[in-house]
């Protein structure tokens, strides 16, 4: 089966071409959905450590002026139409996305080997970081972390069952805010290390 075009990225920026939000953010959208169309199906070994596609990337710029929704929607709109691939919605609770990634448990062949891998891929869009995220959740933040580093296991406490998992994690996210929401949302421990230190930063005037 031929390809349609040469390059995915090269052909969704000349898609979003003439609207209203910049290069970057459609560069980094566009990299958002390659990442979340790969799912964890492929990764790359790095010494003693394995790097899935995953990203977490955050469009920012003030708000009205840099169209960061636009950017974020025509994407999604791309990826909704992908079969086999799982979203999360705007708004939610750690609880209800938890509930989400177990649902979204599939597997798939690794090709040469016969092994089957199971995993568990989801993908967030959020165009405002502040109802994803709501207000210096620490707990949720440290669960974000978690998943951006695609462990082979991750067990969490539940109320009825005790101590649960979900196997193979691979967590995406795209989302945007305006700059000045960033300190009243994100607590101290957030910043310099731990969940921002796992976010691209794509930034506007």
Not at 193 to 203: D, H, M, P, Q, S
Request: hydrophobic residues 40%.
């Amino acid at each position: 089966m031929s390809r349609e075009i040469n390059d995915w990225l090269s052909g969704y920026l000349k898609y979003t071409e003439g609207s209203e939000p910049p290069r970057s953010y459609h560069t980094w959208v566009g990299l958002s959905l390659i990442a979340g169309a790969l799912q964890r199906r492929v990764h790359l070994k790095w010494g003693f450590e394995t790097i899935y596609p995953n990203l977490f990337v955050v469009l920012v710029g003030p708000s009205g002026k840099t169209r960061k929704g636009i950017a974020i929607r025509l994407g999604k709109d791309i990826l909704s139409d992908v079969a086999g691939i799982t979203l999360v919605a705007n708004s939610t609770n750690r609880e209800a996305l938890v509930k989400k990634m177990k649902e979204s448990n599939a597997n798939f062949n690794v090709p040469g080997t016969g092994r089957i891998e199971y995993h568990c891929s989801v993908t967030a869009f959020s165009e405002e970081l502040s109802v994803f995220l709501g207000q210096k959740d620490t707990k949720f933040l440290a669960n974000l972390t978690d998943w951006y580093d695609s462990n082979d296991k991750w067990e969490y406490e539940t109320i009825s069952r005790g101590t649960d998992f979900i196997n193979g994690v691979c967590f995406n996210f795209l989302g945007g805010t305006a700059p000045d929401w960033l300190q009243s949302m994100l607590p101290q421990e957030a910043i310099g290390g731990g969940w921002t230190a796992r976010v691209i930063f794509v930034v506007e005037e």
